[in-house]
T-cell receptor
C-alpha cells in the first residue's frame, strides 16, 4: 500500500536555530500534502496545506514566516521551523493525499524538542 | 465551522467484548469518512474508510455510516488489549482536507 515517509523521526535543536522536516510519498504521487502539529494528549491540528508547485495555505494562527513549507515535487514536501523556541516543541505529522483524493496517508511523525 | 465530535473517553471494555466508538459531524456535504488508530507517541494509522451509507466490515472492524443522522461509528469485535489506543474520526469535506475529531481513548482490559 501507499507509504509516506517522514524524516527525521526525532530531532533536538537549540533555541533560535532552524530545523527541517521532510515528508515523502514513496510509491504514489501526492499533489497535496498536509502538515499537522499535535501536543501531548491533544488532537491533531492542521497547520497548512501544501500543494505541489504553489504556495502553501496556512491555517489561521499559524505563522507562515516561521513555518516554511516547500512542495517542490509530487513526492516531497518539507517543513522548516525557523528560529525555533521551546514552545515549538511538539509532534509534527505530515500526510499525503493520493491523486484521486480518496485516501490520505500519514507519515510516521517527527518529534521536535527545542532546548 | 465544520466540526467533528467524539467522546474523549476513556472507553473501557473487557477483553473479548465489542467496543463501540461514535462520531458526529456537522457538514452535511461531507463525502468521505475515516477512522484512524493512534498509539501514544505514534502517527495515526488508517483503520477504515467508508463513503456510503450502511456497514462496511474488515476483519474485526465494522464502520457504520448514517448520512441522514450525520454520524459514523466504528465497532471493534473481540477487543484485544493491543486495540488500546486513541481512535480518531476524520471527515473529508473538500479539497482532500481532513477534519479530525478530538479522538476517543479506548482501553481494553485483560
Amino acid at each position: 500500500g501507499a507509504v509516506v515517509s517522514q524524516h527525521p523521526s526525532r530531532v533536538i535543536c537549540k533555541s533560535g536555530t532552524s530545523v527541517k522536516i521532510e515528508c515523502r510519498s514513496l510509491d504514489f504521487q501526492a499533489t497535496t500534502m498536509f502538515w499537522y502539529r499535535q501536543f501531548p494528549k491533544k488532537s491533531l491540528m492542521l497547520m497548512a496545506t501544501s500543494n505541489e508547485g504553489s504556495k502553501a495555505t496556512y491555517e489561521q494562527g499559524v505563522e507562515k514566516d516561521k513555518f516554511l513549507i516547500n512542495h517542490a515535487s509530487l513526492t516531497l514536501s518539507t517543513l522548516t521551523v525557523t528560529s525555533a523556541h521551546p514552545e515549538d516543541s511538539s509532534f509534527y505529522i505530515c500526510s499525503a493525499s493520493t491523486v484521486s483524493g480518496n485516501t490520505i496517508y500519514f507519515g510516521e511523525g517527527s518529534w521536535l524538542t527545542v532546548v | 465551522q465544520k466540526e467533528v465530535e467524539q467522546n474523549s473517553g476513556p472507553l473501557s471494555v473487557p477483553e473479548g467484548a465489542i467496543a463501540s466508538l461514535n462520531c458526529t459531524y456537522s457538514d452535511r456535504v461531507s463525502q468521505s469518512f475515516f477512522w484512524y488508530r493512534q498509539y501514544s507517541g505514534k502517527s495515526p494509522e488508517l483503520i477504515m474508510s467508508i463513503y456510503s451509507n450502511g456497514d462496511k466490515e474488515d476483519g474485526r472492524f465494522t464502520a457504520q455510516l448514517n448520512k441522514a443522522s450525520q454520524y459514523v461509528s466504528l465497532l471493534i469485535r473481540d477487543s484485544q488489549p493491543s486495540d488500546s489506543a486513541t481512535y480518531l474520526c476524520a471527515v473529508n469535506n473538500a479539497g482532500n482536507m481532513l477534519t479530525f475529531g478530538g479522538g476517543t481513548r479506548l482501553m481494553v482490559k485483560p
